[in-house]
Every structure is written in structure tokens, then in C-alpha cells.
């Protein structure tokens, strides 16, 4: 149960993300989801040993863990770290008294079947998901999740050999794992952009007019108010707009490098990988009418924009000079590209070469 003095209803959310879930009916029968299992486990461990060779980067959290989940399990272990993350940030930004406005005493309920609403609906579309808030190095909690009723109803669909299919899988989460655990600074600074942000969650309500004033110009000038960041963003301050920006650029850099890397890992033991990457590719696009709106409204579009935008960032860095180029970018948070960098690869080479041109 949640406590009347947090923030958000996260019983709340977790009911009605679960509601929303039950609504997508793929079933698994006891021998689908044994082999379920047993694939996850040994194609894991393969997996992080080919994510090793092929990035250079190597966890220090010891030996991955793979937990098959479902779609119901999978909105827990959600709600559990953002309510570990969130909650106590929320809560000193509302003096421990909770927040005003939208997320007081009465919209607290409403904030967690908001997002019990969107994590219902991502539920039907997550594949696999690397626990990052309990990556600390030797956690018994850090996990890989694999939510099996999607992966199988893919496999179903699209005729997937599933053995092949599930490695190609791991290789992108086990590339999120080490980038997160192989890189000392990484996930600290991951959390404390996410910490400054959280601000965004509780608008001034003249901040909130005002966005909304911007959003009317963008419509009556044929631009779309949602496109860049979704909701959020639209009500985000120019302060909050540049943490915002920061995030997208790193999270453009880790997914296109996860898509880079789980494409060419293991080319010559996942020979349909192309073929894989071809029907999830599709899969993001093919949103349209209401649901391109929800995507929009949630800022799930400019997510999935990440994946191809941060894919081709990585090759043209690697196509410039090879993974030691990419491989500064590891270095330092100063390294990491922006958001502007991640559509224009050269600013961020010649930053680079800039940074290593200045005295020590």
C-alpha cells in the first residue's frame, strides 16, 4: 500500500497498469515458458561474454542474472524503482508534506493511474529491460527482465527461431548492463540528471500556462508541440528543457550503441539479424491515428527516435576513426555527445579533438 504522504498512488499505478496489461492476451504454456527460462539463462551468459569482446566494456557486477518475467511482473519491478528513485526526490520537492497542484493530496491518485495507463501500455511492448536503479556492483538484485509473453508473441508472429532470436535479444540489454557497470561515472550520472529533471513532474501554474501558450503558437504554426519531448517537455522550463536535452543525447548514445552492437556481436551465430531488426524497426513506426498521439503525449516517439538517430551517431564516430574515436566518449560526462551532436556527428568529433588540443 502506498503511504497518504507520498507523492504519487503507486498501488494505484501498479492496479491499473496491471488492468491495461490483462487486456493484451498472449498465453504461455508450462513447456513455453521452461524453455523460456532455460534459453534466457545460457543465452545471457553468452551474450555478456560477447558484449565484452566486441565493446571492450566489462561489468563489475559480477555475472548477469536473466529473469523472465510477465507482463504483470514486469510493472512491478517497474513501480518498485520508480518509487524507489522517485518517491523520496518527490517528496523533498513537496517539503514531505507532498506536492501541490498536480500531484497534491487528490492528483496523487491521478498521477499513478496516469502512469499506471502508460506502463500498462508499454507492458505490451517491452522486450527485454536491464534493471538499472539496482545496478550497484555485487547486488543480488540487478537483473536482466525478459518479458516473455512478448518476446513469444513476436516469435509466433514473424516465424522467429526462437533460440536465435532470444541471444539477439540479450546482446542489446547485456550492452545497456555493461555501459552501466562497466563505466564507473555512468550510472551515477545518469540518476543525478534524472533527480534534476524530476522537477518537471510539479510546474509553477503560471509555467504551465505559459507552456501552453507555446504549444498553441507551435500548432498555429504547423509545428508539433509534442515532437521533441512529449507532454513533459512542452511544459518544461528552458532550464529543465537542457537537462531534458542532456538525457536524450545520452540515452541517443547508449540505445544506438546497444542497436550497433547487437547487430554485429554475433553476426555469424544470428544470421537473421537484419531480417529482426528489420520487424522491430517496423514495429516502432507503425503507430498511427491515436496511438501516434499517445506515443507522442508520453514522449515514447522521440525514445524510439533514439534508437536510429544514436545508431547512426555510432557509425559514422567508428566510420571517422574507429571504436578508440567512440571509445571517448566513455571517458567523462564532458565526453558524452548533446542532444544538437547527436544529429550532427563531426560538432562532437571536433569538440573532442578541441578538448584534447587544450593544456592539462
Do not use: C
Not at 109 to 116: D, K, L, T
Not at 237 to 246: D, V, W
Amino acid at each position: 500500500m502506498t503511504s497518504p504522504s507520498e507523492p504519487v498512488a503507486w498501488d494505484v499505478a501498479e492496479r491499473v497498469a496491471g488492468r491495461v496489461a490483462r487486456r493484451i492476451d498472449t498465453r504461455i504454456d508450462w513447456a513455453t515458458l521452461r524453455s523460456l527460462v532455460t534459453d534466457f539463462e545460457e543465452v545471457t551468459a553468452q551474450a555478456e561474454a560477447l558484449v565484452e569482446e566486441s565493446t571492450g566494456l566489462r561489468s563489475s557486477a559480477g555475472p548477469a542474472r536473466a529473469q523472465v518475467a510477465t507482463r504483470e511482473e514486469w510493472i512491478h519491478a517497474n513501480v518498485s524503482s520508480f518509487r524507489r528513485l522517485l518517491g523520496p526526490v518527490l517528496a523533498r520537492a513537496g517539503k514531505g508534506q507532498g506536492l501541490p497542484g498536480f500531484l497534491g493530496p487528490v492528483g496523487r491518485v491521478a498521477a499513478g493511474a496516469e502512469m499506471g495507463v502508460v506502463l500498462g501500455w508499454m507492458s505490451g511492448r517491452v522486450l527485454g529491460q536491464y534493471d538499472l536503479l539496482f545496478a550497484d556492483s555485487g547486488s543480488p538484485q540487478d537483473a536482466v527482465y525478459y518479458v516473455g509473453p512478448n518476446i513469444v508473441s513476436l516469435e509466433r508472429r514473424h516465424g522467429f527461431e526462437p533460440r536465435e532470436f532470444r541471444l539477439w535479444i540479450a546482446l542489446h540489454e547485456l550492452t545497456h548492463r555493461a555501459q552501466f557497470t562497466g563505466v564507473p561515472w555512468l550510472r551515477a550520472h545518469f540518476l543525478d540528471l534524472v533527480e534534476r529533471s524530476v522537477a518537471i513532474a510539479s510546474p509553477d501554474p503560471r509555467q504551465v500556462l505559459e507552456a501552453l501558450g507555446r504549444m498553441a503558437v507551435d500548432i498555429r504554426s504547423g509545428r508539433n508541440p509534442l515532437a521533441e519531448s512529449g507532454l513533459v517537455g512542452a511544459l518544461a522550463s528552458p532550464e529543465q528543457l537542457e537537462t531534458l536535452r542532456s538525457i536524450q543525447g545520452m540515452m541517443s548514445l547508449l540505445e544506438g550503441h546497444g542497436d550497433v552492437t547487437m547487430d554485429r556481436a554475433a553476426r555469424d551465430l544470428i544470421p537473421n539479424a537484419e531480417h529482426y531488426s528489420q520487424v522491430l524497426r517496423a514495429r516502432r513506426e507503425s503507430a498511427s491515428g491515436l496511438m501516434k498521439f499517445f506515443q507522442q503525449l508520453i514522449g515514447l516517439e522521440a525514445k524510439l527516435r533514439q534508437y536510429a538517430d544514436g545508431a547512426r551517431f555510432v557509425r559514422e564516430i567508428e566510420s571517422t576513426g574507429g571504436p578508440e574515436l567512440l571509445a571517448l566518449a566513455w571517458q567523462g560526462p564532458e565526453n558524452l555527445p548533446s542532444a544538437a551532436e547527436i544529429q550532427a556527428p563531426d560538432r562532437w568529433v571536433s569538440r573532442l579533438r578541441g578538448l584534447a588540443l587544450e593544456p592539462a
